[in-house]
């Protein structure tokens, strides 16, 4: 169950309206990698957590506090699109600036959201759950969480340098402070599993059952071999099961392979008919 | 440029068809974390890599064997779906064996793709190009990569468990194979460019732009403090600037919006017209 | 069945092209609340209609009108794209009006559908049938019809605010005549139909299988307590089934919920394994 | 600024798994009409709200109950996959009660979020933010939000009809309980703005820029005339204006439509070319 | 503008319901290539169409057509779903028909549509505008027509295998008898336009801007040289520009890309910072 | 299994940067008939063809040079962005040239993908795998091909018109080569088959189960007949059994549809209830 208090969790007042950047903003709001999206994943992850009680209250510490992010970004895009304009592009001709205005600002903003913030990204597409994920695996979320936070906070810092806005950057400095925060939780979440249980995921899958050398080859599948410079293809494994190979020329294990002729239900075979598989009784008739 | 082989990078055969089984597998060739989304999500990083050669090369031969695994998966579901029924249900009350199969089929796989594999999800929902990730920051996209490669293994092992056909298991276990070679690679490349810039992404924002406190403090949000427990709320932080702090009653940092009245333009102010803002000419009459 | 006529059911020329209002405009031809979406709701109902002859007849003569006002959208849209340029920036940046143009306007109308109307909304994304409700439930619908009237006609009304365009102005005033019919019609339908049900939705839901005081609760999960202040925190329900009460402090009914461990077979408990729960046949071997 | 507490808002504890239903029951999660649908509807028309205190409170008060209820369903779902099986259909074969479960489950239960809630539809269909509106309009959202409990309170009941599970049935009337109380609250309120405002949305569009007749018409755009016997084809409009007038044989108020032919940067122009509009440098050459 | 009539073009009537029907007959109705999607595919196009009077005459007579199909699939499926169970799985368990049924039916059908056809595919997906085009070139336009009318009959034809109801293969009989006039009618109107064009869509792009070779050679991305044994590889080519020329081992006629660093404003570069681009004011501070 | 090259296939090197045309550009990479779709189409077609092995070595000859045409066009448009401006729109004001820019431009290449392509159209919608079509039908599936090489190739021509960047317009002349091949190649290929299966997708069904005079007839569902001076009016029929015929006025065949009553279940029912179909236990209680 939750509650909510009337304050925002920071500031969130811009200087002065802007409706291009008002556009731009939805994307942390409602994009990919948005505040929605670390919002419902930490939720989804918390609600269906199974683990011990630690993790779960941790889920929904966070994300509740995301869904005081949402509050904020939303107050700000409305008010930066405060006085938008409404007119037609004659008018707009006799003035650059607000031609430059009307060219980049999103018009869903001015037909359909009544100048408030949207459910959407920098390009209108509408928020969708697939953005997110919860597959009842801590270590696995956690690094859906570690890149979430990652792709996030690099969003945000590129919008920053996209305003000169005081206000705006003082939200931006406080959103970009809790994902450099939340990227060190989430390290530090990860390295507590990962001694428990190994860095692989699942750790569970028996060894003996995998074809061996695959775990531990890097397969050039192109000319040159420039890839084999990286510590991906040669030294220690990471899962301490011995060392990176580089396959400079790797081989088919399969054969090319054949399929069996289509089923003649599917009226796929050239050259056949006319039938019918599955008769059954005569047509009505016209 | 590309180049194909005839031949399968591994077997993939299944011992009998199995279209129940088919419609799951399609989960990880078009799902969100299926063999789709990592081809297509190495080769976007790799086609539009800015850094060193060695980055690019390596991506792209990774992204260029997973087209080789799509090819696989498509192969084995194709095989899956040989000889799948196309009677009614009648029929199928019969046979309680053909019932289950008959409703736990992708009625698409005998309708639409003629009994071959679908670029969709084990519900048919289509494959999209939000699964996948390219920002640009190699660190940032490592993340998302390992954690494509964690999220899509676990679900390869749990479909191992779904099945106890040999012909299959003995493709997933390559699959779960390369899997782990990969979680290890993104692990070395990961560790490879940390050293380098350090733990944020991006490392390249000042610190003294940041509100300091909120970048250790985790806050609770809720009434109890089970969440104080983990290496998230107290110890030293990953990227090395101090500690963890555990704050057990956050405070609200910002004041409760107020909103300016809307622009006139947007009629949506209650008890006000009738009025048009923008006059222009006389409406034309009927 | 249906059959088309030739001419329009109203005007539909603009006084000259506008390419970035042709844009604009996409939002109520194919946008969330855009002619398609009435268009398709109301065909819907119709088609599947179970009840009295008269609401059948009447949701398919609403609907055979929509499909007129798409066609009349259709037809505004490709005028106002007459003309359109097919230039490049370094030619706009001499002449600003041109900027602007280029800037605003969808570039799918001159790359997709070659200077025609788009089945999209005002940022190019697609319609779809997830916009429209048919539930069955006539007084359920109705709602859904009102609302859906409701919006259309404040963009349509948003809209008319941003350009002065004697014929946009024209054709669009008939629109907005024919939503307020719409808003009247659907009003006129729902009371005859409360009339007979009452105003809740499924009346036919025992009452005494509901939580009671749950039914007349209003609940504030906030700290202050503006929203006493309204119709919906005192005084009498509409249902007539007694009054409003505003619960101040609401309190938890139920408990701390507790999940059980996951099952084996979803490689998800940490610090177990290995092991494979279905051991089925051994590996093939590699 | 948002916190939680731990308890439940009320029970949510089936007496026994049936991960059938627990496909089910995702409907009223992530659906259309689902309990994040209307979360986030509230949420947002609360944070974009420019009226008076009164509506923002109410609408977060009731936006913020609302992740609770996620919170239930989430809750719910998860424990009616406790024990979900993981077998293979040769195993259902035998036992027609595994058949049908395995048949009828969502197997992205059992490979995606480790037999946890999901962020979808009963088909899998992922939620997004296309289902939700906030246009700025109080009247109009009120409206959208009266459907969405109507809708939702229907899709409740008739999930009620299709389990005897006392636990679920518990939690489900719960939820019914609470759609009443919604639904009468969002009539208290209509009502209040409709006393103020009259009953079109927007009130503010002068009635004098209209197509008077088109306001009032009813349009029977087929063969019979059942149409007519409805409340929306004579008497009184609800607006006030007038009587709803039949209009028995409706005729075209434009004419037919005339496009010019396609610009020729269009390519589109049958017998025409060839030729390059916009000509350019030469071609580089082989 | 558009008429009604209250008959179906054709009988829709099945011999008894069949809700696991139903859903399968989903697919051609709101599928990819679903009525839907033809029936908005003739509109928009004949809607847009620039071209003499003929063919938007035609595009709409078929459009029109098409909407009466899907009211004939919607008259099919509702009675398809009359009698659907609405009990739980244990009672199914007795009845292994009822277990096919109910996990074979669409669980959307019996909570969202009140046993009515929903604007769906067969697995639930809705019907987007994206499955239509409308170019505005006619041949290329017929050409997606012809397409959608084969991708369409060979669905109703395997649905036709799929059933031996009496009813329903009588309306499915008509529609593949549409279907194959509407194959032939696309034929003829193709074969109209490539005798004043020629087939290459569009005709009008300037032959010697091509680079020439590159318009005739069929390339051998592959080991094997199977692939020149088709019409495709030799012979004359169907523009009439001279033969087929197979290429055994293609060479990149490019170069390595090598792309520039990044941009600092998207703080992509390893090893740089901590800075700002755009330095602006000082931070508010805390 | 797939290989990789280095170089490209043909040069892609722009004269200078454009970001607005990189824009534009991203139309033909991930729009519905960009190359990603063509190059995803031929793939599945070729994994899962049941036919002949020229013709899935065919499939795949092609589908890996498309491959390699996604990567030029992602070379392409990274370089287009180079340069692009973070600024913001004050600074825009005072350059016209560089708000045309800003407004144009497509946000999330400076926001999420770091100057990098996107798998997405030129308004920022995402690739979705249901652009596709792998039906298992050779035919069909050539048909399906022509059209998205000529829907294709008219978006490449119009955008050559829509810049004189010699760079641009070069690699864009080559596009336009293959397309001309690729057309050629389907018409060769499609020609292959009609020869030995007639014209008819699927030849398979027997003519005697049709409703023959449909098979034949265009019906005239509008006031004119302007549609009846088309090839598809009167004249051979393309399949060869008769001449086209052209009716006026087309009867319906069918009746007006009645449907039954809703199930109780469904709680639909006017005038109804209170009730529960399936009564159960009795509510636990509050």
Redesign the interface.
């Known amino acids: ?12 007042k811009p200087a002065k309206p ?1 409706p ?2 008002a ?2 903003l939805q ?1 942390v709001l ?4 948005g505040e ?1 999206s670390v919002m ?1 994943q930490y ?2 992850q918390g ?5 011990e ?6 889920l ?6 995301e ?2 992010h ?3 970004l ?2 700000m895009i ?2 930066l699109l ?3 304009p ?5 008018e ?2 006799k003035d ?2 607000l ?6 600002m ?3 903003h ?31 979320d956690f ?2 969480n ?2 979430a936070e ?2 996030g ?3 945000v ?11 705006i ?2 939200m931006l ?2 959103m ?3 994902d ?2 939340h ?7 990860i ?3 990962e001694q ?2 190994g ?35 040669s ?1 220690p ?3 301490g099961t011995g060392n ?1 190979e580089y396959v400079a020329k ?1 081989q ?6 054949v ?5 003649d ?17 005569e ?2 008739g ?1």
């Open positions: 169950m939750f509650f909510h208090v009337k304050e925002l969790q920071y500031r969130a802007d291009v950047y556009r731009k994307e409602g994009g990919q990698f929605m419902m939720l989804f609600f269906n957590c199974r683990a009680k630690k993790y779960r209250d941790m929904l510490d966070i994300g509740t506090e869904i005081g949402v509050e904020m939303c107050t409305s008010q405060d006085g938008a409404a007119d037609q592009v004659d707009a001709a650059p600036l031609a430059a205005v009307m060219g980049g999103n018009p869903q001015a037909i359909v959201s009544g100048l408030g913030a949207a459910p959407t990204d920098s390009n209108g597409y509408p928020w969708n759950s697939k953005y997110i994920i919860s597959s009842g695996h801590l270590l696995a690094r859906a570690l890149n990652s792709q906070l690099l969003q810092v590129r919008l920053y340098e996209q305003t000169t806005d005081p206000g950057r003082d400095s406080f970009i402070s809790r450099i925060m990227q060190n939780q989430w390290m530090a979440a390295a507590e599993i428990m249980d860095v692989i995921v699942p750790a569970s899958f028996p060894r003996e059952r995998t074809v061996e050398p695959a775990t531990r080859q890097f397969l050039n599948f192109s000319e040159g071999e420039e890839s084999a410079e990286g510590a991906w293809a030294g494994l990471p899962d990176f790797p088919p294990m399969g054969e090319a392979p399929l069996s002729v289509p089923a239900h599917q009226h796929s075979v050239p050259g056949t008919g006319p039938y019918v598989v599955n008769p059954g009784v047509p009505l016209e």
